[in-house]
Protein backbone atom coordinates (compact mmCIF):
# COMPACT_ATOMS: atom_id res chain seq x y z
CA UNK A 1 0.00 0.00 0.00
CA UNK A 2 1.53 3.01 -0.92
CA UNK A 3 2.26 5.87 1.91
CA UNK A 4 2.24 8.65 -0.44
CA UNK A 5 -0.07 11.68 0.75
CA UNK A 6 -0.59 9.72 3.71
CA UNK A 7 -0.92 11.57 7.38
CA UNK A 8 1.42 10.01 9.82
CA UNK A 9 1.33 11.45 13.38
CA UNK A 10 4.40 10.22 15.64
CA UNK A 11 4.88 10.88 19.36
CA UNK A 12 8.37 11.16 20.68
CA UNK A 13 9.76 12.17 17.16
CA UNK A 14 12.43 14.46 18.51
CA UNK A 15 15.23 11.62 18.82
CA UNK A 16 15.77 8.23 18.27
CA UNK A 17 12.98 5.84 17.32
CA UNK A 18 10.65 8.43 16.98
CA UNK A 19 13.16 10.56 14.54
CA UNK A 20 14.09 7.44 12.25
CA UNK A 21 10.56 6.51 11.91
CA UNK A 22 9.53 10.15 10.43
CA UNK A 23 12.62 10.18 7.88
CA UNK A 24 11.66 6.29 6.97
CA UNK A 25 7.53 7.50 6.33
CA UNK A 26 9.33 10.67 4.60
CA UNK A 27 11.23 8.42 1.99
CA UNK A 28 7.86 6.85 1.37
CA UNK A 29 6.39 10.76 0.32
CA UNK A 30 4.24 10.97 3.73
CA UNK A 31 2.91 13.83 5.15
CA UNK A 32 4.12 14.19 8.78
CA UNK A 33 2.85 15.51 12.18
CA UNK A 34 5.40 15.63 14.83
CA UNK A 35 5.10 15.92 17.86
CA UNK A 36 7.65 15.83 21.23
CA UNK A 37 8.65 18.10 24.08
CA UNK A 38 11.70 19.56 22.97
CA UNK A 39 11.10 21.92 20.10
CA UNK A 40 14.11 22.42 19.06
CA UNK A 41 15.50 18.84 18.21
CA UNK A 42 11.61 18.56 16.45
CA UNK A 43 12.33 21.47 14.25
CA UNK A 44 15.92 19.59 12.95
CA UNK A 45 14.03 16.39 12.47
CA UNK A 46 11.21 18.53 10.44
CA UNK A 47 13.90 20.02 8.78
CA UNK A 48 15.67 16.48 7.22
CA UNK A 49 12.34 14.84 6.91
CA UNK A 50 11.48 17.62 4.19
CA UNK A 51 14.85 16.94 2.64
CA UNK A 52 14.09 13.44 2.90
CA UNK A 53 10.84 13.41 0.89
CA UNK A 54 8.19 14.85 2.89
CA UNK A 55 5.59 16.93 0.91
CA UNK A 56 4.84 18.34 4.79
CA UNK A 57 5.21 18.52 8.14
CA UNK A 58 3.90 20.11 11.01
CA UNK A 59 5.10 20.18 14.61
CA UNK A 60 3.83 20.57 17.52
CA UNK A 61 5.32 21.05 20.86
CA UNK A 62 3.19 18.38 22.95
CA UNK A 63 3.80 16.76 27.00
CA UNK A 64 1.61 13.44 25.99
CA UNK A 65 1.28 13.56 30.21
CA UNK A 66 -0.94 16.19 29.51
CA UNK A 67 -4.10 15.18 28.49
CA UNK A 68 -6.00 18.51 27.69
CA UNK A 69 -3.02 19.62 25.73
CA UNK A 70 -3.47 16.14 23.88
CA UNK A 71 -7.12 17.01 23.25
CA UNK A 72 -6.46 20.54 22.20
CA UNK A 73 -3.84 19.46 19.50
CA UNK A 74 -5.91 17.32 17.98
CA UNK A 75 -8.81 19.47 17.90
CA UNK A 76 -6.66 22.42 16.60
CA UNK A 77 -5.06 21.21 14.17
CA UNK A 78 -5.79 22.90 10.65
CA UNK A 79 -8.32 21.38 8.71
CA UNK A 80 -5.74 19.70 6.21
CA UNK A 81 -4.25 17.74 8.97
CA UNK A 82 -7.19 16.49 10.81
CA UNK A 83 -7.52 13.51 8.97
CA UNK A 84 -4.71 11.41 10.88
CA UNK A 85 -3.91 8.35 8.59
CA UNK A 86 -1.02 6.47 10.40
CA UNK A 87 -0.63 7.15 14.44
CA UNK A 88 2.37 6.19 15.79
CA UNK A 89 2.59 6.43 19.63
CA UNK A 90 6.11 6.24 20.25
CA UNK A 91 6.28 8.70 23.37
CA UNK A 92 7.91 6.59 26.14
CA UNK A 93 11.46 6.12 28.53
CA UNK A 94 12.10 4.50 31.38
CA UNK A 95 13.91 5.94 34.86
CA UNK A 96 16.00 4.04 37.42
CA UNK A 97 17.04 1.10 37.67
CA UNK A 98 15.66 0.15 41.26
CA UNK A 99 14.14 -2.97 43.44
CA UNK A 100 10.87 -1.99 43.95
CA UNK A 101 10.95 -1.64 47.46
CA UNK A 102 13.24 0.54 46.76
CA UNK A 103 12.19 2.88 44.09
CA UNK A 104 11.14 6.31 43.57
CA UNK A 105 7.75 7.67 43.24
CA UNK A 106 8.35 10.34 41.10
CA UNK A 107 10.14 7.71 38.54
CA UNK A 108 7.48 5.40 38.42
CA UNK A 109 4.73 8.61 37.72
CA UNK A 110 6.97 9.43 35.00
CA UNK A 111 6.82 6.63 33.44
CA UNK A 112 3.15 5.77 33.93
CA UNK A 113 2.30 9.18 33.01
CA UNK A 114 3.77 8.59 29.82
CA UNK A 115 4.05 5.20 28.68
CA UNK A 116 0.37 4.22 29.78
CA UNK A 117 -1.59 7.50 30.52
CA UNK A 118 0.12 9.31 27.73
CA UNK A 119 -0.31 6.39 25.40
CA UNK A 120 -4.48 6.63 26.11
CA UNK A 121 -4.86 9.95 26.02
CA UNK A 122 -3.62 10.20 22.48
CA UNK A 123 -5.19 6.89 21.22
CA UNK A 124 -8.25 8.62 22.69
CA UNK A 125 -8.26 11.50 20.83
CA UNK A 126 -6.76 10.29 17.16
CA UNK A 127 -8.88 6.80 16.96
CA UNK A 128 -12.44 8.84 17.31
CA UNK A 129 -12.24 10.15 13.68
CA UNK A 130 -10.71 7.20 12.53
CA UNK A 131 -13.72 5.43 13.69
CA UNK A 132 -15.88 7.86 12.07
CA UNK A 133 -13.75 7.86 8.66
CA UNK A 134 -13.57 4.25 8.60
CA UNK A 135 -10.06 3.91 7.99
CA UNK A 136 -6.87 4.27 9.92
CA UNK A 137 -4.03 2.72 11.52
CA UNK A 138 -2.27 2.68 15.26
CA UNK A 139 1.57 1.68 15.51
CA UNK A 140 2.56 1.59 19.50
CA UNK A 141 6.06 0.58 20.36
CA UNK A 142 6.21 -1.64 22.89
CA UNK A 143 9.11 -3.75 24.16
CA UNK A 144 10.39 -7.34 25.06
CA UNK A 145 10.14 -6.07 28.16
CA UNK A 146 6.19 -5.98 28.38
CA UNK A 147 6.84 -10.16 28.00
CA UNK A 148 9.84 -10.32 30.34
CA UNK A 149 10.11 -8.36 33.39
CA UNK A 150 13.60 -7.88 34.18
CA UNK A 151 15.36 -7.22 37.72
CA UNK A 152 14.90 -3.93 39.00
CA UNK A 153 13.11 -3.39 36.10
CA UNK A 154 9.72 -4.13 37.31
CA UNK A 155 7.71 -0.72 37.09
CA UNK A 156 8.77 -0.06 33.24
CA UNK A 157 8.14 -3.92 32.78
CA UNK A 158 4.66 -3.07 33.58
CA UNK A 159 4.00 -0.54 31.63
CA UNK A 160 4.84 -1.93 28.68
CA UNK A 161 3.12 -5.23 29.26
CA UNK A 162 0.17 -2.51 29.71
CA UNK A 163 0.97 -1.18 26.43
CA UNK A 164 0.44 -4.43 24.63
CA UNK A 165 -2.68 -5.69 26.20
CA UNK A 166 -3.79 -2.12 25.67
CA UNK A 167 -3.35 -2.48 21.68
CA UNK A 168 -4.64 -6.27 21.54
CA UNK A 169 -8.13 -4.82 23.39
CA UNK A 170 -8.32 -1.27 20.92
CA UNK A 171 -8.13 -4.29 18.24
CA UNK A 172 -11.24 -5.78 19.51
CA UNK A 173 -13.09 -2.66 20.00
CA UNK A 174 -12.08 -1.17 16.42
CA UNK A 175 -13.13 -4.65 14.94
CA UNK A 176 -15.46 -3.99 11.62
CA UNK A 177 -13.95 -0.24 11.27
CA UNK A 178 -10.93 -1.55 8.85
CA UNK A 179 -8.66 0.17 11.25
CA UNK A 180 -5.34 -1.80 12.07
CA UNK A 181 -3.96 -1.98 15.25
CA UNK A 182 -0.28 -3.22 15.66
CA UNK A 183 2.66 -3.57 18.99
CA UNK A 184 6.00 -3.36 17.66
CA UNK A 185 8.31 -4.65 20.42
CA UNK A 186 12.26 -4.08 19.93
CA UNK A 187 14.39 -5.47 22.46
CA UNK A 188 17.78 -3.65 22.79
CA UNK A 189 18.04 -0.71 20.56
CA UNK A 190 20.72 1.91 21.25
CA UNK A 191 19.01 5.33 21.71
CA UNK A 192 19.22 7.80 24.71
CA UNK A 193 16.88 5.33 26.44
CA UNK A 194 19.69 4.42 28.48
CA UNK A 195 21.28 8.00 29.06
CA UNK A 196 17.67 8.48 29.94
CA UNK A 197 16.93 6.41 32.55
CA UNK A 198 20.63 6.66 33.89
CA UNK A 199 20.01 10.66 33.74
CA UNK A 200 22.42 11.49 31.59
CA UNK A 201 25.34 8.91 33.39
CA UNK A 202 26.77 8.36 30.04
CA UNK A 203 29.29 5.77 31.16
CA UNK A 204 26.11 3.83 33.48
CA UNK A 205 24.01 4.30 29.78
CA UNK A 206 27.49 2.82 27.98
CA UNK A 207 27.57 -0.65 29.62
CA UNK A 208 24.01 -1.51 28.75
CA UNK A 209 25.12 -2.14 25.01
CA UNK A 210 28.48 -3.62 26.30
CA UNK A 211 29.44 -6.43 23.90
CA UNK A 212 26.75 -6.67 22.19
CA UNK A 213 25.60 -5.29 18.70
CA UNK A 214 21.99 -3.85 19.32
CA UNK A 215 19.56 -2.68 16.93
CA UNK A 216 19.39 1.02 15.59
CA UNK A 217 16.04 3.37 15.12
CA UNK A 218 16.57 2.77 11.63
CA UNK A 219 15.95 -1.00 12.17
CA UNK A 220 12.58 -0.76 14.01
CA UNK A 221 11.79 2.37 12.04
CA UNK A 222 11.85 0.00 8.86
CA UNK A 223 9.62 -2.22 10.59
CA UNK A 224 6.55 0.03 11.61
CA UNK A 225 6.90 1.45 7.73
CA UNK A 226 6.55 -2.10 7.05
CA UNK A 227 3.62 -2.85 9.19
CA UNK A 228 2.13 0.41 7.73
CA UNK A 229 2.68 -0.49 4.23
CA UNK A 230 0.87 -3.79 3.77
CA UNK A 231 -2.20 -4.38 2.02
CA UNK A 232 -5.45 -2.40 3.67
CA UNK A 233 -6.38 -5.69 4.31
CA UNK A 234 -3.95 -6.91 6.11
CA UNK A 235 -3.15 -6.41 10.02
CA UNK A 236 0.16 -7.37 11.40
CA UNK A 237 -0.86 -7.38 15.33
CA UNK A 238 2.14 -7.93 16.09
CA UNK A 239 6.26 -7.99 15.83
CA UNK A 240 8.95 -8.80 17.94
CA UNK A 241 11.98 -7.91 17.06
CA UNK A 242 15.66 -8.27 18.73
CA UNK A 243 19.23 -8.46 17.88
CA UNK A 244 20.68 -11.28 16.83
CA UNK A 245 22.60 -11.38 20.30
CA UNK A 246 19.29 -11.42 22.42
CA UNK A 247 17.05 -13.63 23.36
CA UNK A 248 14.48 -12.16 25.55
CA UNK A 249 14.32 -9.22 27.92
CA UNK A 250 17.05 -10.90 30.49
CA UNK A 251 19.52 -12.80 28.29
CA UNK A 252 22.35 -11.99 26.02
CA UNK A 253 25.18 -13.20 24.59
CA UNK A 254 28.25 -10.49 25.65
CA UNK A 255 31.45 -10.58 23.37
CA UNK A 256 34.31 -10.34 25.42
Not at 188 to 209: I, N, P
Request: proline residues 4%.
Amino acid sequence: MSLKGKIVFITGASAGIGAATALAFAAEGARLLLAARRAGRLAEVASRALEKGAPSVHSIDLDVRDHRAVQNAIDGLPPEWSEIDILVNNAGLSRGLDKIYMGKIEDWDEMIDTNVKGLLYVTRSVVPGMVVRGRGHVISLGSTAGELAYPNGAVYCGTKAAERLINDGLRQDVLGSLIRVTSVDPGMVETDFSLVRFRGDTERAAKVYKGVQPLTPEDVAEVIVWAASRPAHVNIARVLLTPVQQANSILFHRNE
